[in-house]
């Protein structure tokens, strides 16, 4: 499936004349993009094999349909048929069209009930971070706890610092999340104002930060990179320009972006995490 997704964007990425490194491939959309972005996390490889799924399925119900309307339009028009059947009733299609569509129902029910076991879950975390939504920029917070102790405000840059940066318009930030690779990462999202939205499309994630309420989502991944996302609640004016940008790195590299980052952002106390009540 993630084949024939890179593939799909390839021969678009040829065919529009976009250079190849122009197309990421991972963390962000791409030019004349028709898919989803490629997933780095089990939740999300697991949810866009169910949208695939689903579509399909959508897909030939609409075309079964469809030709049954063409049978009838040709079949048992007026011209076809000047005396027009008395039957009222047929017990046995009756059964079938009540029963197949609940059966299908009950099909896709059993993996999105498994689906969302696997995000509402939360597995044990190997490090907890907080992601504080404003009007209209983001605030994140490592706790003392864990190492941290620290937090800072990520601002998008403009579009002038965004080239400087080889970083793409209106996704790139000053300050990016940073977290290690194969580590269980539980995000706790909340609003200072408003209610906003911190979702990353390759992580699987979207979650609502409410003010006053604290709200949790987590995430896995080995693939080192940069993963875009943006906040996906209509929050005010400047609502689409408060994006999110996360950097995975090395376990190593991210123990000594801690240090330098204890360094930087000491001014700022950071009480330890408390989780949110099951």
């Not at 403009?158 to 995000?187: C, F, H, M, R, Y």
Request: glycine share 8%; aromatic share 10%.
């Amino acid at each position: 499936m993630i084949r024939w997704r890179n593939g799909a964007a390839a021969l678009a990425a040829l065919m529009t004349g976009v250079a190849g490194e122009a197309y990421a491939g991972t963390g962000q959309p791409s030019a004349w993009q028709m898919n989803f972005q490629t997933p780095v996390t089990d939740v999300a490889e697991f949810l866009y094999t169910m949208h695939d799924g689903v579509n399909i399925v959508i897909a030939l119900i609409t075309l079964f349909v469809l030709a049954l309307l063409v049978i009838v339009i040709f079949r048992f028009n007026e011209k076809a048929n000047p005396v027009p059947s008395k039957t009222t009733h047929h017990t046995g299609l009756e059964i079938a069209w009540t029963l197949i569509p609940a059966l299908i129902l009950v099909g896709i029910s059993i993996p999105s009930f498994r689906l969302l076991k696997m995000q509402v879950e939360l597995p044990k975390a190997d490090i907890t971070v907080k992601a504080v939504g404003h009007q209209w920029y983001w605030s994140y917070e490592y706790p003392q706890d864990q190492g941290g102790g620290f937090g800072y405000d990520s601002y998008m840059l403009s579009p002038e610092d965004a080239k400087k940066a080889n970083q793409p318009n209106l996704l790139a930030v000053d300050n990016e999340l940073v977290l290690p690779a194969g580590k269980t990462i539980v995000v706790q999202v909340v609003g200072q104002d408003v209610i906003h939205n911190f979702a990353v499309s390759s992580f699987g994630i979207r979650m609502d930060a409410v003010p006053g309420r604290l709200n949790q989502t987590w995430f896995k991944t080995d693939v080192e990179g940069i993963y875009y996302g943006q906040c996906s609640r209509l929050c005010g004016a400047n609502h689409a320009f408060m994006p999110i940008a996360v950097r995975i790195v090395s376990p190593e590299k991210y123990e000594a972006w801690l240090v330098d980052a204890k360094k930087k952002y000491a001014a700022i106390d950071v009480k330890p995490v408390q989780v949110a009540a099951e």
